[in-house]
């Protein structure tokens, strides 16, 4: 699966059969050969029981950190669609009027305090 950078969009919620280990199979595998497996897919589901599936998965690093990054990046576009469209008026505020926003706050909770603060 790896050619190049790891793209989220190949990432699917279905495994296919080499991606499948059964729970009775980790005792068996060595490092080695599960870190092999991990590589080669990105994901690796684990079946613990005929009856329920496949109830875990594992990651490789690199499609971990990606899926963190891309929420980071999601939940800071949410963010932004939020502030526009309840504080999207004040982009018109002069920019000697601007209030700087302390460090360690979010822009959304800052404005929101300040709401509370004025009623």
Do not use: C
């Amino acid at each position: 699966m790896r050619k190049g950078r790891f793209r989220l969009s190949a990432l699917s919620a279905s495994f296919s059969p080499e991606e499948i280990v059964r729970a009775g199979e980790l005792k068996k595998l060595n490092q080695t050969e599960l870190l092999k497996r991990i590589h080669r897919h990105d994901k690796i589901a684990l079946d613990f029981s005929k009856g329920k599936g496949i109830e875990g998965v594992v990651l490789s690093y690199e499609t971990y950190k990606a899926l963190l990054e891309r929420i980071a990046e999601l939940e800071e576009e949410l963010e932004e669609t939020m502030i526009r469209l309840k504080y999207g008026h004040r982009a018109d505020t002069p920019e000697e009027e601007w209030i700087e926003v302390p460090e360690g706050v979010s822009t959304m909770e800052f404005l929101e305090r300040k709401a509370r603060k004025k009623k």
